[in-house]
T-cell receptor, first 115, second 107 residues
């Protein structure tokens, strides 16, 4: 049973560029949340997608946007990259009505470096 | 808003017992979760407490006191592989994490 898969695993961008990160949730899960984790810090909630709509959002600027597809996979887009966007971006999924939001399954993350 | 406080670092000896505390503030409470993250790895779910009391899962136990807005994770018979960061988390659909406690284990 495949868990949460994310791509790419590592990428390097320069300031001002745009990036798209991808996530496939665990089989049977329909809700995807995205987190940003800076080195030595806890995951910070960016937003959550369910039924192809953004359901919840954390304190992140509009430069951060996302999308969910009919197969429940999701993308995170970040525009006008800043040095401070360098972090590990984690995708987490859960199944509404299954384990619930309190039991998140995380992917291995996408490590973004902005130069 | 929601916030969580946990110690930044804890050190213990292999074979011993260690407790990692977590206090939280939230307007609506839906339970306290714990996650483990090894360096370079993804967070993995350890336990969840919705009600007061102790939940045991093998060497790991988690405790919750809703009246005190407090919980802890107890790790017994520590092994070197338990060296990791541990996060407490709260929320309903939107799960918020603490800053994490780095557990160092000495041989």
């Amino acid at each position: 049973d495949a868990g949460v898969t994310q791509s790419p695993t590592h990428l390097i961008k320069t300031r001002g560029q745009q990036v798209t990160l991808r996530c496939s949730p665990k089989s049977g899960h329909d809700t995807v949340s995205w987190y940003q984790q800076a080195l030595g810090q806890g995951p910070q909630f960016i937003f959550q997608y369910y039924e192809e709509e953004e359901r919840q959002r954390g304190n992140f600027p509009d430069r951060f946007s996302g999308h969910q597809f009919p197969n429940y996979s999701s993308e995170l887009n970040v525009n006008a990259l800043l040095l401070g966007d360098s972090a590990l971006y984690l995708c987490a999924s859960f199944g509404t009505g299954l384990t619930g939001a309190n039991v998140l399954t995380f992917g291995a993350g996408s490590r973004l470096t902005v130069l | 808003g929601q916030s969580l406080e946990q110690p930044s670092e804890v050190t213990a000896v292999e074979g011993a017992i260690v407790q990692i505390n977590c206090t939280y503030q939230t307007s609506g409470f839906y339970g306290l979760s714990w996650y483990q993250q090894h360096d370079g790895g993804a967070p993995t779910f350890l336990s969840y407490n919705a009600l007061d009391g102790l939940e045991e899962t093998g060497r790991f136990s988690s405790f919750l006191s809703r009246s005190d807005s407090y919980g802890y994770l107890l790790l017994q018979e520590l092994q070197m592989k338990d060296s990791a960061s541990y996060f407490c988390a709260i929320g309903d659909d939107k799960i918020i994490f603490g800053k994490g406690t780095r557990l160092h284990i000495l041989p």
